[in-house]
């Protein structure tokens, strides 16, 4: 019976997904338990192009920001295409969970997660190439992320090159 | 059980069946669970949790239905909640709430009831109608979103439900929209014996009990507006208050789960047999646009609206076009406080369907003053966008002739830009600092530079130039930000950066007003980032709240006034505010706790006096603070009313001895924007109504003024 009036109380969107930061200095139970207790979202799928300004507009929806920090090239110093949003109250952070996340900025659907708090250097993106990782490796074509993913750039996919 | 009963009102059927069902196999069982249900009750009332005191009276009046609890004995019940209506001296809001509870068990148990005990029924519906004309109701327009009556009158939700219960028993009872599985059970359950429900006396009216609000009943659609499929239930009919309730319960239930919320309200049981769609559009704008306030956070509408689309790409969509065409029609006649809320739906809606939208059907808006509701919502509407977006998608998205509603560029407007300025008195002056800032240097330095810039108001610079000087803070910073303009965040490292210059040079109320005027004159084409640098400068004290109300209501800004992003720094300004106070009353709170428990401790273990003496030093200090802090709260309300009273009485007077109309757009919104104070702020506000009776809203007043204070007080009567 329990558990099922567990499912009336459900906040799933709330919850804190797997991802650990493997830079993150501390142990385990450390991290959780400052992401259980974060005001602050890392914002993942952003264009290159997408201001401050822009997610300032979006993420105010669920309450007062107090600051964003655009996530940068290590090498170019450029967007490329996450952030941190940190807000003053959790409850407006858990909100920007319930009904910002999965939602579209700039026509891109955006992700929202959990984020341990912004220390400095965590505004750099941790691909080899300078910015974030997931763009290293992507196969597709993304004009608003620079593209075809870096490695895709270097040995461009087997079928462009057979053209007779 | 009892937890379902409360959490899962739409589905109350199914678990009163159960109930009927258990008790049937077992009596004591069914005795205990009433007993349970009636201590949860009393629970309820006395922490002021009426909205679910409702759901628990529903289950135990459907409880009647499976033979669990006698008829006689729920009337006997509602004969007390309505004897609260001959009470003296309680608020309204009181008896309205016994009344609503008893009229809103009747779709579900009226049959039964009057089949049981018609003449006790026929005496309390009686009674009901009798308060009800005593009623008052000076409320109601404050509460409308909009004011014609045409095509959809906005109902006082007691009036209606009367109407609803009314037409019910001229129907003879007869309800068929509410799901009944205990009919399917009726030879098992007609063989259980019931119980009687104790006696049960409505607790007494407490000083600081919190009744629910009054509202007004949303309507944007009739059977007209659904143009095949189901017909849509007259706005009288019980159906449609139960549709209406029971969407409105799975919307509370499911909030934090969007998906879930939008598959609930989609599989609404009986959906065959109305328009669904068009309820739960309606019902989902009926929530957005509630005054006072919302019952949830604004933007769960929008994103909740989005995964409906989701799920009914075929059908939802159509709908809701519908239904902002006929929000957009309406305009003239809406509350400017929903219209806002529209605007932000809107604009955010529209930023999820790459702003797609047939701009060309509502070129009327550009036949008339641009003042007039319908260019102005659309103005507003694409300023919005552009925040979320770009100012060149704005000018890509509209055709060319709205081009006179699409916002400036956002840039920074400065004065010292280049040597056409070179006349003005602090041209130079910006080049020194301009400079001295690129190179580092230091605030003793910049200070330095400051001294040299000539105080305009004075003829000799008496003391060491520390007085007010408009010219230093605007070269200052105007440079400043010049350098900084790039983005929010160059901005609030400037701010940072050369805080105690910036405090120094705005320290009296004159030298903040006119920082205020500077943020404006360089950043009047970007009013987001006015708002923010507004927030930074209130939150790291460079400026005040009240200097911020008065350089809002201040002549300068008098062209901006009907502006949506004015009267969004205003009440994020109020809002700080609040929450400042809210703070210091929780460090003070906790501060006497800690001191209470180590005096406790103290006693057991004979310590020593020093930690109190700290504590209690540290206890005086907070009370000062709270002290300060609320006075500075309630000044700000004061100013702000002081203010809109001023403004509102210069245009009367000035209508009255021009013989003209006083119903101008500028009329009407402001007058909108302070009841708007009222009702956003509406908890704070109660504190000050002795003041604001004798001091701003007395009898000398313009009654048009004076009408808008009256409905507010008539909201907790």
Redesign the interface.
Known sequence: MSAK?SA?H?????EVSQYRDQHFKGNRKEQEKLLNQSNTLYVGNLSFYT????V???FS??G?VK????GLDKVKKTACGFCFVEYYARGDAE?AM???NG?????RIIRTDWDAGFKEGRQYGRGKSGGQVRDEYRQDYDPARGGYGKLAQQHPPVESRNTY | MQKVARLLPEKLTVYTTLVGLLNARNYNFGGEFVEAMIRQLKETLKNNLYNEAVYLVRFLSDLVNCHVIAAPSMVAMFENFVSVTQEEDVPQVRSDWFVYVVLSCLPWVGKELYEKKDVEMDRLLSQIEGYLKRRVKTHVQMLQVWTAEKPHPQEEYLDCLWAQIQKLKKDRWQERHILRPYIAFDSVLCEALQHNLPPFTPPGHMPDAQYPMPRVVFRMFDYTDAPEGPVMPGSHSVERFVIEENLHCIIKTHWKERKTCAAQLLSYPGKNKIPLNYHIVEVIFGELFQLPTPPHIDVLYTTLLIELCKLQPGSLPQVLAQATEMLYMRLDTMNTTCIDRLINWFSHHLSNFQFRWSWDDWADCLTVDLEKPKPKFVKEVLEKSMRLSYHQRIVDIVPPTFSVLIPAEPIFIYKYLDETASTLPGYQLSITLGNAIKNRATNEEILTILKEVPNPNQEDDDDEGESFNPLKIDVFLQTLLHLAAKSFSHSFSALAKFHEILKTLADSDEGKLHTLKVIYEVWRNHPQMIAVLVDKMIRTQIVDCAAVANWLFSQDMAHEFTRLYIWEILHSTIRKMNKHVQKIQKELEEAKDKLEKQQLKRDMDKNSEDEDGQLEEQIERLQEKVESAQSEQKNLFLVIFQRFIMLLTEHLVRCETGSVDISTPWYKNCVDRLQQIFLMHHVTIQQYMGTLENLLFTAELDHHILAVYQQFCALQL
């Open positions: 009036l009336l459900s906040d799933s969107y709330v201001t401050e300004e822009q300032h507009e979006l929806k669920s007062d600051r964003i920090i655009i909100h319930r009904f910002i939602t579209r900025l700039d026509d």
